[in-house]
């Protein structure tokens, strides 16, 4: 396909790519715990509540208004520009007239919509917040285009840009009073910035062209990728629901703010790179010798970070829970240990597998994948409600790693994924990290002050560190990445 994608040097994007992905998301995680606690100390709890039902409701409509098209056009492959701008087009009129009618419907039911949700009387709150449909229609065919590309260097832009629009705007607003619309404004303020510049930047423009034969072809795709994103939502909101439920919403905090803070210092790692894997693997997806070649050096390097911070995390609970958080959440410290060995573990398998299905045009595997977490999750969550906090952490845990479980066994079946071959691969992290368990373990019946426990996390990572180097297979992962930095400091010095 001229001018998209070529697979030479495709390492050489994939490690651009990766690059400016992962100062994407570092930047986004360091800008947005600034503002998230600045405005606790602006906003009231409740109002925090009206944000958060609001968003359930805008979250799932849009599901709808994507409709599963941003992935049909990063994973399929067009025989020229022509014929992939034209696909491109009527994915967004298509995306945007779905906007238009889902903002219609809500408008007129707004009312109803809001006492469903628990918020009576705020209806034009979830009529104005749905504008932002409109604005994630127009930018979703944009990112396709740029991820397509490998162009993740705008995609950086863009995200930044996004990232500080919270202290631009709803910052100051929340100072002047505003409440909760500080918020719903600052979040559709950040849409609207990002459907400015990636259109502006992009080399492709909206015009008057449809087909509904395209259209017919997407949808055959895409109506698989929007179950799974139904099916995604459902599984994101459904402990919420049977939590808040059952227990009291001390208890809700836990669970909610505990699964939200371990995703969020793991999709430093995780988010810089799936986004990167599928556009590669989706480009090379009919050579399955390149294919298996980029998923398990993808997921081997990946692991090397992974695996260490779940273990690190879920070692020294206490006091990552106590930085996070403060000593009034101690009682997750268990459950943000746990969750950190469970996310590591699911991101190297249960996620990246899902990759293989988009690219190999397989969404009916993550629809199956997903239904059957949903299934094992709910049976979990019902089974251990009753009998307190403490059997809820282990049940959540668990499931999560059995969506890791489920895709290893989907993947090996039906894609040809080795969990062999993915265990060979994270054995030199495993057993760096199992270093770092016999360390803390003595280290901290020596003590638990802040101070020793930092020096403990810093040997910890010098006795990993030191096996990984020892260990061949992943010492040549390592060594050309030392090397790389070491140049490129000694360049700098010259300057």
């Known amino acids: ?75 399929k492959q067009f025989k020229n520009d022509k014929e992939f701008y034209e696909n491109a087009n009527v994915a967004f009129w298509t995306n945007l007239s779905i906007s238009l009618l889902l903002w219609i419907i809500i408008v007129i039911f707004r009312n109803p919509i809001a006492e469903q949700v628990g918020n009576p009387g705020l209806g034009h709150v979830i009529a104005v917040s749905s504008v932002s449909l409109f604005l994630t229609a127009f930018s979703s065919i944009q990112m396709a285009i740029y991820k397509k590309k490998f162009d993740f260097k705008t995609l950086f832009l863009a995200r930044i840009v996004g990232a500080f629009m919270p202290v631009v705007i709803t910052v100051p607003m929340a ?82 703010n505990s699964i939200s803070m371990v995703t969020s210092i793991m999709n430093i790692v995780a988010a810089s790179t799936t986004s990167v894997l599928l556009s590669a693997l989706s480009a090379i997806k009919d050579d399955k010798k390149q294919f298996d070649s980029v998923f398990y050096s993808f997921q081997q390097s990946v692991g090397l970070l992974l695996i260490p911070l779940g273990v690190g995390i879920f070692l020294f609970r206490d006091l990552a829970t106590n930085i996070l958080f403060g000593s009034q959440w101690s009682e997750a410290s268990l459950f943000v240990g746990l969750y950190s060995l469970a996310q590591a573990f699911t991101i190297l398998t249960g996620q990246y597998i899902s990759l293989t299905f988009t690219a190999n045009e397989r969404p009916k595997l993550s629809v199956l994948s997903q239904i059957l977490q949903l299934i094992e999750l709910v049976a979990l969550l019902l089974a251990t409600v009753n009998k307190g906090f403490i059997y809820i952490v282990f049940a959540r845990s668990i499931a999560r790693v059995m969506f890791g479980v489920i895709n290893l066994i989907i993947g090996k079946i039906y894609i040809g994924i080795s969990p062999v071959k993915i265990v060979k691969n994270l054995m030199p992290p495993i057993l760096g990290s199992l270093i770092m368990v016999p360390i803390s373990i003595i280290g901290l019946l020596f003590g638990d002050t802040f101070i020793w426990q930092v020096i403990l996390i810093v040997l910890c990572c010098i006795s990993y560190g030191i096996t990984i180097l020892i260990i061949p297979q992943s010492r040549k992962i390592v060594l050309p990445l030392m090397n790389k930095m070491l140049n490129r400091c000694k360049r700098f010095a010259k300057k």
């Open 175 to 256: 100072f002047m009073g505003f409440g909760y619309w500080s918020i719903i404004w600052g979040t559709i303020a950040t849409n609207l910035a990002n459907a400015i510049i990636l259109t502006i930047k992009s080399t492709w423009k909206p015009y008057l062209f449809y087909s509904f034969e395209i259209l017919k072809r997407m949808f055959s795709f895409s109506m698989w990728t929007l179950m799974e994103s139904i099916l995604l939502w459902m599984t994101s909101y459904i402990g919420t629901f049977i939590i808040g439920k059952y227990l009291t919403s001390y208890y809700l905090g836990l669970y909610k």
């Open 1 to 75: 396909m001229d001018g998209l994608m070529e697979t030479d040097g495709l390492n050489e994007k994939i490690t651009s790519s990766v690059k400016w992905a992962s100062i994407t998301e570092i930047g986004a995680k360091l800008i947005t715990p600034f503002t998230s606690m600045l405005l606790a100390r602006l906003l009231t709890p409740d109002e925090f509540g009206v944000v958060a039902t609001v968003t359930m409701v805008t979250s799932f409509a849009d599901i709808f208004t994507d409709a599963g098209f941003q992935k049909y056009l990063i994973q």
